[in-house]
């Protein structure tokens, strides 16, 4: 076949074909052999009127034409036609010079080597029933450029081979044996069965283990499990209808064939599936693990569920060696997270991701962009990489000028919740002591029990106690009975135990609990006691998860980019960096529930994921506990608290108007939102009585409620009954009354927190005076809540220290190793012919975390000296806007962004420019009007403005889910289809959208806590087409305010180490969670009992720091398959909070 066909116009070489008829095809076609030549003229004539423009234009310079690169496709034809082919060949045609021949299946199986079309670039893979021998053949006659290499896919083929390659490229693996069944050398055979292992080779593997057949092509992979678990095996099987295994009782190994055998990898049930194209890019989901159930998750369209998943650092660099050792441009292989760590199980060598637009598009640019970067040059072909405007995130700064982000920090409150409730008891019976040193509660003197088991432990002590209770009154059970009912009823309370939503608390009391009064004295036992808290609720409700999930789509236009082929997609220069692997994303959340809740929410919204939110969870949120990072340990305050809260009491218990003198030593700081609260209270204790008062009627209204047979099964929000609600309430009217008629200040933030909550969300049982309670509980709230953390400078300062340090040093790391180009950047040196600047990441880091730390944070920065107010009039403005903010709402935000200026010089201080911005979270249910005005976002770079009238100010969720009594089983897929007019700003606030008419007239803004009929009138349905009944209650968020927008990094990281290095305590803190760090090293797995620590999770922990900085991301896929309590997650998170 020497001799091309020539078609005028077409170069030699060109795909010769049978025609596909209709016009309208894709630019590619089939190839065909010498016998067709009369076709290939007529293919020619065809494939000419597709150049016609090409050609005139050449027919006017006279000039010869320019030549068509060939894509060869050499595959099955199930491959070659399959979905993502097509999509990916169809796009890949758009390339100006590159036409795209598809070789018959016929042509292949049955014609010699030299009657095969010709190509100038062959993607040829083996699959079932392909003559990879031919392929290499025509490889080595026609010498095209070899998107897969040929020969590795013998190797593909067998598993020993694969796990050797894998192994000489120092990838992880699972610890694996071979067992050769070969005839001739019966020595490689040596298998040992025992009862619940095996031993191949010397080599012995406890059950589980697994059981894979030398043959890659051959799928039944067996698991094996042990008898305490119930013995049997899993079967694992290709895919068939909508089952991938199967269970069997058979125990047993295999004794007929080759086989690997490896230790079983305790993942969370998911298997995450790496598709690369080329070293530098990678497309990776999680599906459910097939050894899990076997039964296939299929979406409405019948296909399996899949989850994106966020590769690591360590990970893209074994996509990227995987890549390159096996030659395999276009390749698959399965990596298991297990134990912090990410093992390679499998390759499977070309494949290609199904249905995922945003991946056939990236592909076919890839591969395009490749084919023209090796052959362009040698047919002469004018063609340079295209730059693409939004790989790099150039901004114009507030300043004006052009600059790159470099780094986005951000520490956000989490969203919504349940009112948080605790009881504490005093308990001395032995089996209580048992279960406090069984954990180990001796060391710390402290044990939160938290894992289903334990708390099930809990349960059986209270029910046991609660019998003997019953059946003798004076034994010597001295725990109270009302306690231990209600013990017993709340770890009860859902039918089942997920961690997230109870824990229990052990400390030891040498000498009992303080007595309260001396009458209690007598009845009172010396010798040493344990004071048991229980704590429960505080979970994020949906309206918390839909604020937290809007947050994250609304933050992802804070990122510059999203030109081009992803502009009709809000913030997609976000997801086109992460893609590319040069967006570095961590993001961190305290051990709370709602707190990780909320980052999985935030994090769904920010990389546009699909589906629950426990997957994401697990894969992307890294539990940030022990180093009091984002935790706070509020049991031990520290003395300067304990000071405060006692002063705080004294001042708010005076029975009289408060005076000159209480304004000075309440207010200090003088801020109008303290001084107004004040204004609004007068006389605290006749306003605590006013509370009491109407506490006390809510209770009374609640119990006729509960009377009346209509409403006694009323549902109100989030699946609570009004007897649930009533006890709420009447434990905080017992608590908030003292014994001694004097009132428990402390009680203030629960009881505004219960009334905010009922406000919100239980509007329609329709109580009375809810409201008053609410402004007054709200006003002194307004006081207590932000004065527990210091009433002086000088105390919030110190206070803020305890609280932050470890923080702040992390936010001193995250900034300066932004600018130190660390290895992760080396990641990505081939982009450099197209990208400005080719290792560049953007960093961003995410902490999610409770009030105590927002609060601390922001008094760090407004009392810690950062900038000068008298001297700096943007810092005085910040000032004023910030102590005129009266709460520091769910999801409040502190942002930081780092800018690099690339004109200027690398030394230099102007090169490195840090703005700070804040918001404080969610609208509250009034005084709308009353809140005060920053001063926009960003607000000096006009020409930002134009473009985008209001980038990054937040979404206004006035759209939401309405958060009426009756759930709405899925509410987070409502505000997707809301219009949202959002586009207009009034100094900085949104403008509420005008889809919803409840809140467009002033009178019901205020009072739009409890609309009287909405719920009953079908005038007031928004028009948002939602069809919701009743005005819209997930209030908005604040839009994020700048507070200073020209601070130098050598500014920001002068004044972090001051305030860090001010503290002494800090010093302290910080030995003891490096000490901690290497007692957690005695913990054992959680996996199995008897196993200890997984070597390969200890290294990482205590690897000395001499080592390269690039092993600092080991850590970063700490999140083990048990989620955020597993003892190897902590050891390897204590790293987290210095070396990262």
């Known amino acids: 076949m020497s001799e091309p066909c020539d078609g005028p116009g077409l170069g030699p070489r060109a795909g010769e074909g049978q025609g596909r008829g209709q016009r309208d095809v894709p630019r590619f076609v089939l190839g065909c052999d010498d016998d067709e030549q009369g076709m290939c003229q007529l293919e020619a004539g065809m494939r000419n009127e597709m150049y016609r423009e090409e050609e005139m234009e050449d027919d006017e310079d006279e000039s010869p034409p320019e030549r068509q690169i060939v894509v060869g496709i050499c595959a099955m034809m199930k491959k070659s036609k399959s979905k993502p082919m097509t999509q990916i060949l169809e796009r890949l045609c758009k390339f100006d010079y590159i036409n795209v021949v598809i070789f018959p ?336 509660g001796y060391k710390s003197g402290k044990l939160k029990l938290k894992k289903p088991k334990q708390l099930q432990e809990v349960l059986d002590i209270a029910r046991l106690l609660l019998v003997e209770l019953g059946q003798h009154n004076d034994c010597e059970i001295e725990e109270k009975k009302s306690k231990l009912e209600q013990l017993k009823t709340v770890l009860e309370m859902y039918g089942h135990f997920s961690g997230i939503n109870r824990k229990v608390q052990l400390t030891y009391l040498r000498n009992g609990q303080p007595k309260a009064s001396s009458e209690e004295e007598d009845s009172k036992k010396d010798g040493p006691s344990l004071l048991l808290v229980l704590k429960w609720g505080g979970e994020l409700t949906p309206a918390g998860r839909v604020q937290a999930e ?88 520290t003395d300067c608290q304990q000071k405060v809260k006692a002063r705080l009491h004294e001042i708010m218990q005076k029975d009289q108007e408060f005076t000159e003198d209480d304004y000075q030593k309440l207010a200090p700081t003088s801020s109008p939102s303290l001084v107004n609260s004040m204004k609004v209270i007068q006389n605290p204790v006749n306003t605590c009585d006013k509370v009491y008062a109407l506490i006390q009627s809510l209770t009374s209204q609640i119990r006729k409620r509960l009377e009346d047979p209509k409403s006694a099964d009323l549902q109100l929000y989030h699946s609570e009954t009004l007897e649930l609600m009533l006890q709420r309430w009447s434990k905080l009217e017992r608590d908030f009354r003292m014994k001694n008629g004097r009132y428990d200040i402390s009680k203030i933030p629960d009881i505004y927190d219960c009334i905010k909550y009922d406000s919100q969300h239980n509007a329609s049982v329709g109580l009375e005076d809810t409201l008053e309670l609410f402004r007054l509980s709200r006003a002194l709230a307004d006081i207590v809540i932000p004065q527990e953390y210091g009433i002086s400078k000088a105390e919030k300062l110190d206070i803020a220290q305890a609280y932050c340090v470890p923080l702040m040093k992390k936010i001193q790391l995250d900034l300066q190793r932004t600018h130190e180009d660390e290895a992760v950047n080396k990641l990505h040196p081939l982009y450099s012919r197209g990208v400005m600047s080719p290792g560049r990441h953007v960093r961003t880091r995410l902490y999610f975390t409770s009030e105590s730390h927002v609060h601390s944070l922001l008094s760090i920065f407004r009392y810690g000296g950062l900038l000068d107010e008298k001297k700096d009039w943007q810092w005085k403005q910040a000032m004023d806007y910030l102590s005129a903010v009266t709460e520091l709402n769910y999801m409040t935000q502190i942002v930081i962004m780092l800018y690099e200026d690339n004109d200027k010089e690398p030394s230099s201080e102007e090169r490195f420019h840090v703005e700070l911005h804040f918001s404080p979270g969610v609208k509250g249910c009034e005084d709308e009007e009353n809140v005060p005005l920053g001063f926009g976002f960003r607000p000096a770079s006009s020409e930002n403005q134009d473009k985008k009238p209001n980038q990054g100010s937040l979404e206004d969720l006035s759209q939401d889910q309405p958060d009426q009594a009756l759930l709405i089983s899925e509410p987070i897929n409502i505000q997707r289809r809301s219009p949202m007019i959002r586009n207009r700003k009034t100094g900085s606030m949104e403008v509420l959208s005008e889809t919803s008419p409840t809140q467009s007239s002033k009178g019901c803004t205020s009072h739009r806590l409890f609309p009287s009929c909405s719920r009953q009138s079908p005038e007031i349905k928004p028009a948002s087409g939602l069809g919701f009944e009743g005005c819209s209650m997930v209030p908005s968020i604040f839009p994020l305010e700048t507070l200073h927008n020209s601070l130098s990094l050598k500014q920001v990281d002068e004044f972090l180490n001051t305030v860090c290095e001010s503290s002494s305590e800090a010093h302290a803190k910080t030995m003891k969670v490096l000490s901690s760090l290497f007692d957690s090293q005695s913990q054992t797995s959680l996996y199995s009992p008897q196993q200890p620590l997984s070597s390969s999770g200890s290294e990482t922990s205590l690897r000395p720091p001499s080592q390269p900085l690039w092993h600092g991301s080991v850590p970063s896929s700490a999140v083990s398959s048990a989620g955020p309590s597993s003892p190897v997650t902590e050891s390897s998170g204590l790293n987290f909070s210095f070396s990262e």
């Open 550 to 637: 809007e947050l994250g789509r609304a933050f992802r236009c804070m990122y510059p980019g999203g030109q081009g082929d992803y502009a009709g997609f809000p913030g997609c220069g976000l997801l086109r960096l992460h893609s590319t692997y040069r967006h570095d994303l961590k993001i961190y959340a305290s051990d709370e529930g709602r707190v990780q809740m909320t980052a999985a929410a935030f994090a769904k919204g920010l990389l546009a994921l699909e589906g629950e939110l426990t997957p994401i969870l697990v894969q992307m949120v890294k539990s940030a506990n022990m180093n009091g990072l984002l935790d706070s340990d509020s049991d031990s305050l």
């Open 105 to 440: 299946e016929e042509v292949i199986l049955e014609e010699p080597v030299e009657k095969w079309p010709l190509c100038d670039c062959l993607i040829s893979f083996h699959s079932k029933g392909f003559p990879l021998d031919k392929a290499v053949e025509y490889a080595k006659l026609r010498n095209p450029l070899l998107i897969n290499d040929l020969n590795m896919q013998y190797f593909i083929q067998d598993r020993r081979e694969v796990y050797r390659i894998l192994r000489e490229e120092g990838i992880d693996l699972p610890r694996y044996a071979v067992l050769n069944r070969d005839p001739d050398n019966p020595e490689e055979c040596n298998l040992v069965e025992g009862e619940d292992h095996v031993e191949v080779n010397g080599e012995v593997f406890p059950k589980p283990f697994v059981e894979k057949p030398v043959c890659a092509e051959d799928h039944n992979v067996y698991i094996y499990y042990p008898t305490s678990a119930g013995g049997g095996s899993q079967r694992l099987f290709r895919k068939i209808g909508s089952r991938s295994s199967v269970y069997s009782p058979e125990s047993s190994v295999r004794k007929t064939g080759s086989y690997i055998y490896e230790e079983f990898m305790p993942t969370d049930g998911t298997d995450v599936k790496v598709y690369t194209v080329g070293p530098d890019y990678a497309h990776a989901e999680a599906r459910k693990s097939p050894a899990l159930d076997g039964k296939v998750e299929r979406d409405s369209e019948g296909k399996e569920i899949r989850y994106p998943v966020m590769l690591t650092s360590m990970e893209k660099l074994v996509a990227r060696k995987v890549c390159l050792a096996f030659k395999q441009t276009v390749c698959g292989f399965d990596l298991l997270r297990a134990n912090g760590h990410s093992f390679v199980c499998d390759v499977n060598g070309f494949s290609f991701v199904k249905n995922s637009m945003k991946y056939y598009d990236d592909c076919a640019k890839v591969l395009g962009n490749m084919v023209m970067r090796e052959l362009a040059p040698q047919f002469h072909i004018p063609w340079s990489i295209p730059m693409e405007a939004e790989d790099i995130p150039i901004v114009p700064t507030t300043s004006g000028t052009m600059m790159e982000l470099r780094c986005v920090i951000a520490i956000i409150r989490h969203g919504d919740r349940t009112p948080k409730q605790k009881m504490k008891m005093e308990v001395r019976h032995p089996l209580f002591f048992e279960l406090f040193e069984k954990y180990g």
